[in-house]
T-cell receptor
Framework: EAQVTQNPRYLITVTGKKLTVTCSQN?????MSWYRQDPGLGLRQIYY???????DKGDVPEGYKVSRKEKRNFPLILESPSPNQTSLYFC???????????????FGPGTRLTVL | DQQVKQNSPSLSVQEGRISILNCDYT??????FLWYKKYPAEGPTFLIS?????DKNEDGRFTVFLNKSAKHLSLHIVPSQPGDSAVYFC??????????FGKGTHLIIQP
């Protein structure tokens, strides 16, 4: 089954304790992205990756890191989480722009993070 | 500056009637547009899209209209069903960048 998986689905942590949210897709997509969803703000892009070893900042990258060592994985790293990073996080993937597709992004189920 | 705007945070429609969700954009470089549907506790799922070379795309009960001169698109759902109750996100893209999403509209279908 074609899918995007995220782990963990729920996480409660404390300020300053490093954490990683994993994202994996099995559709051989070049493009992967992380979003956060907050009430009244919709989906905002954190980081994206056009392909392996190619990453770039989205609209709200502060406090986050990513890596793309393999095509299928795109982990989101919070080196020192703070309460304002409490949010619902979504990973998404798609074929890259210019492939002739509409770049339909497939989303993971979400990770609800609470930073105390 | 918000490049994709959904000015209605919520919309209530009676079952069987037409639901019309609106979206405005400011970036003239956007050349394709998508609508996503999101249920609570799930990730957004793709619903329908339209390229800037078209002004209408239809898929079953869902139709998206694009007015490029007005930088406006709308999603029509006819007839509306209880299962359509969800948050709908408008998204736009162009070039090598990813998608830019609106803030979403919560559609409530009343029996």
């Amino acid at each position: 089954e074609a899918q995007v998986t995220q782990n963990p689905r729920y996480l409660i942590t404390v300020t300053g304790k490093k954490l990683t949210v994993t994202c994996s897709q099995n559709m051989n997509h070049e493009y992967m992205s992380w979003y956060r969803q907050d009430p009244g703000l919709g989906l905002r892009q954190i980081y994206y990756s056009m392909n392996v070893e190619v990453t770039d900042k989205g609209d709200v990258p502060e406090g986050y890191k990513v890596s793309r060592k393999e095509k299928r994985n795109f982990p989101l790293i919070l080196e020192s989480p703070s309460p304002n990073q409490t949010s619902l996080y979504f990973c998404a993937s798609s074929f890259a722009s210019g492939s002739g597709s509409y770049n339909e992004q497939f989303f993971g189920p979400g990770t609800r993070l609470t930073v105390l | 500056d918000q490049q994709v705007k959904q000015n209605s945070p919520s919309l209530s429609v009676q079952e069987g009637r037409i639901s019309i969700l609106n979206c405005d954009y400011t970036n003239s470089m956007f050349d394709y547009f998508l609508w996503y549907k999101k249920y609570p506790a799930e990730g957004p799922t793709f619903l329908i899209s339209i390229s800037s070379i078209k002004d209408k795309n239809e898929d079953g009960r869902f139709t998206v209209f694009l007015n490029k001169s007005a930088k406006h698109l709308s999603l029509h759902i006819v007839p509306s069903q209880p299962g359509d109750s969800a948050v709908y996100f408008c998204a736009a893209g162009g070039g090598a960048d990813g998608l830019t999403f609106g803030k979403g509209t919560h559609l409530i279908i009343q029996p």
